[in-house]
């Protein structure tokens, strides 16, 4: 649908680490960045190699979301794997460049008519969003959804 700049895929690392043999990093389940079991998935093999590359260990937990959010923000995680930026999340995060970018589309039963191609198009219809996700002010704010 549209390419949503300034929100990349992240790497971030809470305002607490200090130097340390390994960081200990959480992401939900998000195929094919994150990928639960042994398998790692394309954000993960990314930063794991970068972080081994400069001389640091990589663990990465795979929760649920809002898991995530509180094992980081309370210390228990030192980062996350893949996330979007946010004015909230940098209270407590600090922010790699962004290493990978996605799109964000409108996803409909394959047997519906109704095919939206922008944001205004979704004006009227019951939209499905995922909670403590960080859509951007556009999608947030909207009054047309």
């Known amino acids: 649908m549209r390419l949503i700049p300034g929100f990349s895929l992240l790497v971030a690392l809470a305002f607490h680490v200090q130097a340390a043999e390994s960081l200990n990093l959480a992401n939900d389940p998000w195929p094919p960045f994150v990928i639960e079991g042994d398998e790692a998935g394309t954000a993960e093999a990314l930063v794991c190699e970068a ?27 030192d980062g996350v794997v893949a996330i979007w930026k946010s004015e909230e999340r940098e209270t407590y995060l600090i922010f790699s460049d962004p290493y990978l970018t996605n799109r964000m589309i409108a996803v409909t039963a394959a047997d519906s008519a109704f095919r939206p191609g922008s944001l205004a198009d979704l004006s ?22």
């Open 51 to 77: 972080l081994r590359r400069s001389g640091w260990g990589c663990d990465v937990t795979v929760d649920q979301w809002p898991e995530v959010l509180a094992a980081t923000r309370s210390g228990d995680r």
């Open 124 to 145: 009227g219809h019951q939209v499905v969003l995922v909670a403590d996700f960080a859509y951007g002010d556009e999608d947030r704010k909207s009054t047309r959804l």
